[in-house]
């Protein structure tokens, strides 16, 4: 049943810049003001560990999610990179 839940509060986010790191998408949408995080994992290549510019988020609430998927078409920019 848990997990169920936390696949319910889960979004799958593409096109990421081959350089974003986790606190990167915790940025981007803190700064959106979507929500709480639980977790975020960038998906990599197995052998040669790089980005493949996609990552799972996690969110807390139900709210968090709906909140995240407004954010679609908005662009992911890194700061300082």
């Known amino acids: ?3 169920a839940k936390r696949e319910d509060h889960t979004i799958l986010v593409y096109c990421l810049p081959l350089k974003a790191k986790e606190r990167d998408i ?7 003001n979507c929500g709480k995080i639980r977790d975020i994992r960038i998906i990599k290549d197995a ?5 493949k510019g996609v990552a799972y ?10 909140k995240a998927l407004t954010m679609t078409d ?6 300082g990179r």
């Open 57 to 66: 988020v996690e969110f807390y609430t139900s709210d968090a999610v709906q």
């Open 1 to 3: 049943m848990e997990e």
């Open 26 to 32: 915790w940025n981007f949408f803190s700064k959106a």
């Open 47 to 51: 052998r040669s560990g790089r980005s």
């Open 74 to 79: 908005r662009p992911f920019e890194l700061k």
